[in-house]
């Protein structure tokens, strides 16, 4: 990355910044939140709220699918763990619950959990997130 500024993993070239006009026309809500954009390669990422930091890396239409269906297995793991913990300790909160779902997501995958966060990841490691969460791994 340049500065703020993601390179594009497909070309290699600087993305631009753009509003959600720019990548989704038809959701009036998204226009005003930014987004990093490679118009050539249609690939895309949104920023944290409240900042112009990328939430990962630029994803074109196949990387974004499975990265959908990643979150789609990883995320109820976690939120299932938030509500039995909280049940048990109403100090218990989300970020613990999903920091610790990474944290051996990370131990599974073989990396470091600094770099393990869905967003950031390819195809490949969206396929390992699935096949993880689909054997119950992650649910000890």
Same mark, same amino acid.
């Given at each position: 990355m340049k500065g703020l500024t993601p390179i594009c993993p497909y070309c290699s070239k600087a993305s631009e910044k753009v509003t959600g006009k720019a990548i989704y026309p038809h959701r009036p809500d998204l226009h005003a939140l930014p987004f990093y954009?490679?118009?050539?390669c249609n690939?895309?990422?949104?920023?944290?709220?409240?900042t112009t930091k990328p939430l990962g890396r630029l994803?074109?239409?196949?990387?974004r699918k499975w $990265?959908?269906?990643?979150?789609?297995v990883f995320d109820p793991i976690w939120k299932a763990r938030l509500e039995r913990r909280k049940a048990k300790d109403?100090?218990?909160? $989300?970020?613990?619950?999903?920091?610790?779902r990474y944290k051996r997501l990370a131990e599974l995958m073989?990396?470091?959990?600094q770099e393990c966060h869905i967003g950031m990841f390819n195809v490949?490691?969206? $396929?390992?997130v699935i096949a993880i969460c689909e054997q119950g791994l992650l649910e000890s």
């Open positions: 954009r490679c118009a050539p690939a895309y990422v949104g920023c944290h709220p409240g994803a074109d239409a196949e990387l $990265k959908l269906r990643a979150h789609d109403p100090r218990y909160k $989300k970020g613990m619950a999903r920091g610790g073989g990396i470091p959990k490949t490691q969206c $396929k390992q």
